[in-house]
């Protein structure tokens, strides 16, 4: 069972950095498409930043040179680092794990890690 808890979120200053994780259980994130997406209140959910399983990141226009995603591949892990952080970065936060299995794809995703930024 493909798990993802992600973690690091809180209350920050406009302007300041902020480090998330997104914890997997139960696949490899080098195996897989993992995703950051947010959700701010009353938006839709959006993407923010993915990474390939060979490590080709992409990012979107709003937040490219601000945000940056990482993995560590031992502790089965993926991040984002985020700086110079903006009062329309506030969101909750979630990373997702996209993988084709018997040619379907399937999407795993986590519950999510609010970012609060203050102005």
């Known amino acids: 069972q493909v798990r993802l808890v992600e973690s690091g979120g809180g209350l920050v200053q406009a302007g300041r950095s902020l480090t998330l994780s997104c914890a997997v259980s139960?696949?490899?994130?080098?195996?897989?498409?993992m995703t950051w997406h947010r959700q701010a209140p009353g938006k839709q959910r959006e993407w923010v930043a993915s990474?390939?399983?060979?490590?080709?990141?992409s990012y979107h226009d709003s937040v490219k040179g601000r945000f940056t995603m990482s993995r560590d591949n031992a502790n089965n892990t993926v991040y984002l680092q985020m700086s110079s952080l903006e009062s329309e970065d506030t969101a909750v936060y979630l990373c997702?794990?996209?993988?084709?299995?018997?040619?379907?794809?399937?999407?795993?995703w986590g519950q999510g890690t609010q970012v609060t930024v203050s102005s």
């Open positions: 139960g696949s490899a994130v080098n195996a897989n498409v």
């Open positions: 997702s794990l996209s993988r084709i299995q018997s040619g379907t794809l399937t999407v795993h």
């Open positions: 990474m390939t399983g060979s490590g080709t990141t």
